[in-house]
């Protein structure tokens, strides 16, 4: 790996042609994947691609003017100093907001480079040029800071709210409330018939724990591997996975954490409790992003817990 001071005028030529290549590349990743559900936000992008294909093409032909038509290849993980950036595919889910945020970052970082470029550079003209592009940057780091929600009208940011929602509500809220539910509901049955099979706290507890993370690795794989996110648009499958898998557990530990009490009697009446306050939080989330009515969404949760429930208790004490 070289050292930004070893680099000849020629190298930094060329690595600065790679850099607005990469730059220029990442705005548009940055539109492509903003396109569909925030258009305005995508033009915004798209434009500051534009910029970036400008400055590469001027330094191009200040390189073929000095050196010839061939570019060597320097890139960015060659020299020390300069900063990795993970590929846009990582980064998932990714908001508007986040993408202006790395925007303005990756001004800062092109601006510093052409200040110090253009203070190891004797040749008048590249020095000129990349004085220009530092100012440039300037300008467009100042722009990518202001490229926020109170640059686009009422209607642009009430349609972009609503395609967040939905983007959270389909990539988050849907895996973790699968996850709340089957967690809550189906470690019901094995916790208290396993209660009231021994009248014992501790066996109980192991039950559910061992319920609890089972399940939650189980609905975490199979959520993760149900689909990879790039047609239903559904996000990331490791953070759907990820998601829905946590939830579950969540969900079992819940009305397991009570058997740590010692009293047998205490522990049920208090894990009871929290599976009706467990199956009141899942039907509120049902109701409340998943658009489900609220009697609807009582009735569905409600009855499907207190059979679980019944056929727990009617196994223990069988």
């Known amino acids: 790996m070289r050292?930004?001071?070893?680099?000849?005028?020629?190298?930094?030529?060329?690595?600065a042609i790679a850099l607005e290549e990469e730059d220029e590349r990442v705005y548009s990743d940055f539109a492509e994947k903003f396109r569909k559900d925030f258009p305005a936000t995508a033009t915004m992008f798209e434009g500051m691609r534009e910029e970036e294909s400008t400055h590469r093409r001027k330094l191009i032909d200040l390189y073929r003017s000095k050196f010839g038509e061939h570019i060597p290849l320097v890139r960015r993980g060659d020299v020390k100093g300069l900063v990795s950036r993970h590929p846009i595919w990582l980064m998932q889910p990714l908001r508007p907001d986040s993408a202006r945020r790395q925007a303005s970052?990756?001004?800062?970082?092109?601006?510093?480079?052409?200040?110090?470029?253009?203070?190891?550079?004797?040749?008048?003209?590249?020095?000129?040029?990349?004085?220009d592009l530092a100012q440039e940057e300037r300008v467009h780091e100042h722009k990518a800071e202001t490229l926020g929600r109170d640059t686009l009208d009422a209607a642009t940011r009430g349609a972009e709210?609503?395609?967040?929602?939905?983007?959270?509500?389909?990539?988050i809220v849907q895996?973790?409330?699968?996850?709340?539910?089957?967690?809550?509901?189906?470690t019901l049955a094995p916790v208290f018939a396993a209660a009231f099979a021994r009248h014992e706290s501790h066996i109980a507890f192991l039950v559910g724990l061992a319920?609890?993370?089972?399940?939650?690795?189980?609905?975490?794989?199979?959520?993760?591997?149900s689909d990879d996110g790039s047609l239903t648009g559904r996000g990331h499958p490791f953070v759907r996975g990820l998601v829905c898998g946590l939830m579950t557990m969540i969900g079992g530990i819940g009305h397991t954490l009570p058997f740590l009490i010692p009293s047998f009697k205490?522990?049920?009446?208090?894990?009871?409790?929290?599976?009706?306050?467990?199956?009141?939080?899942?039907?509120?989330?049902?109701?409340?992003?998943?658009?489900?009515?609220?009697?609807s969404a009582t009735l569905q949760v409600v009855l499907g817990g207190a059979l679980v429930f019944a056929a727990g208790v009617l196994i223990g004490n069988s």
């Open 3 to 15: 050292t930004f001071e070893s680099l000849s005028e020629q190298e930094i030529l060329a690595l």
């Open 105 to 131: 970052t990756l001004e800062v970082e092109t601006r510093i480079f052409y200040e110090k470029a253009a203070s190891r550079t004797q040749d008048a003209s590249i020095r000129q040029l990349l004085n």
């Open 161 to 171: 709210d609503e395609a967040s929602r939905r983007l959270f509500v389909l990539q």
């Open 175 to 186: 895996p973790g409330l699968a996850g709340l539910m089957d967690g809550s509901v189906s």
């Open 211 to 225: 319920a609890s993370l089972g399940a939650g690795i189980s609905m975490g794989f199979a959520e993760a591997l």
């Open 266 to 295: 205490i522990a049920t009446a208090v894990a009871v409790v929290v599976v009706m306050a467990e199956l009141a939080v899942i039907a509120w989330v049902r109701h409340r992003y998943m658009e489900s009515p609220w009697v």
